[in-house]
């Protein structure tokens, strides 16, 4: 048994095999629960904060649809100009003042480590949903989750996490959900986007194997997943640098049908150029998919944090 109650979400190492088994078998429940109903009731009364100081679509909307489909509310904000940072509140005291509302928080912030510094303040439990170029741990659980859902199981899956893997959080709490798993990575970056020294040699001590490339082609072939992303423009410091290395990575429909026509393409969205549009059509583009499944993630996160469900 594991026990999630009144746990902050911080980290995608904070997790071990067991709970991500149980995360998704939960996760699975409301997806088949949601078939013959639009909503549950497992957090009736419950009221969720979404603090989204940096730009968000799906975490921000998928945390509250999640909160919604089970029953409960939200309070929030999707960008700080709106709030009383514009006036020079600290991060400290807004999470303090919302901790005296709130029953669950789940934040974005361009602040490496602002999420646990958040969590050490709040009594409700903080969800963290990515500081800056840190971690991004519920969309780790839902990629893992989408890797399940769509080849059956996760061992034996060779994994190509490809784009921006510098500054891309979602694979750095990517790797720390796989390493639990008979996996293969592949990391395919330009070399000034190479996945950081800090994990990569994480890995190393751990013993898990891994590939590093500059060939989208040659990794492609051998493709389960391929997991496409942003070279992320807002954490660049020179303009020019962003636009020599923006477009490094275009994967198209012929790519696909020429080199791997099974591979499952997954994205944690948005995509820029990095993925042709008419990839979509594709059977193994499972991208929206995956935002849906992000859902489903989160609703097992909070019931679980709730001790809704053990
Ligand atoms: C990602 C993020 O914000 O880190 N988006 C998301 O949460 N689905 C990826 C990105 O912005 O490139």
């Known amino acids: 048994m594991i026990n999630l109650q009144g746990k902050d979400i911080l980290h995608g190492a904070q997790f071990s095999r067991e709970e991500l088994e149980r995360i998704m ?67 400290e005291d807004t999470i303090r003042t919302v901790d005296q509302y709130v029953d669950f928080i789940a934040m974005r912030h361009p602040a490496l480590g602002s999420a646990s510094r958040a969590a050490e303040i709040a009594k409700a439990p903080v969800l963290n949903g990515g500081d800056g170029a840190g971690q991004h741990p519920t969309q780790a659980l839902l990629d893992l989750y989408t890797v399940r859902s769509e080849r059956g199981q996760i ?24 390493k639990h798993y008979q996996v293969r990575l592949v990391f395919v970056a330009p070399e000034q986007l190479r996945m950081p020294a800090v994990i990569t040699a994480r890995l190393k001590s751990l013993g898990i194997q891994f590939e590093e490339t500059d060939d989208l082609t040659n990794a492609l072939k051998k493709a389960d997943v391929l997991y496409m992303t942003r070279i992320q423009k807002e954490r660049f410091t020179k303009a020019e640098d962003y636009e020599r290395l923006k477009d490094s990575y275009i994967l198209t429909r012929q790519m696909v049908e020429n080199l791997n026509p099974k591979v499952v393409t997954l994205h944690p969205l948005p995509r820029v150029n990095e993925i042709a549009t008419d990839v979509d059509t594709l059977p193994g583009a499972a991208y929206f998919r995956q935002a849906r499944n992000g859902v489903y993630i989160r609703m097992a996160l909070l019931a679980l944090i709730a001790g809704k469900i053990q």
């Open 155 to 178: 061992d034996g899956t060779t994994l190509v996490l490809c784009g921006d893997l510098k500054n891309g959080r979602t694979v750095h709490s990517g790797v720390e959900v796989y």
């Open 25 to 91: 078998d939960v996760a699975d429940m409301f997806r088949n629960q949601l078939e013959t109903r639009p909503s549950l009731d497992y957090l009736h009364g419950y009221i969720l904060a979404a603090l989204f100081f940096e730009p968000s679509t799906r975490t921000r909307l998928s945390f509250e649809t999640a909160m919604h489909r089970l029953g409960g509310s939200v309070v929030g904000f999707s960008s700080a100009e709106s709030t009383s940072v514009t006036k020079g509140e600290t991060l």
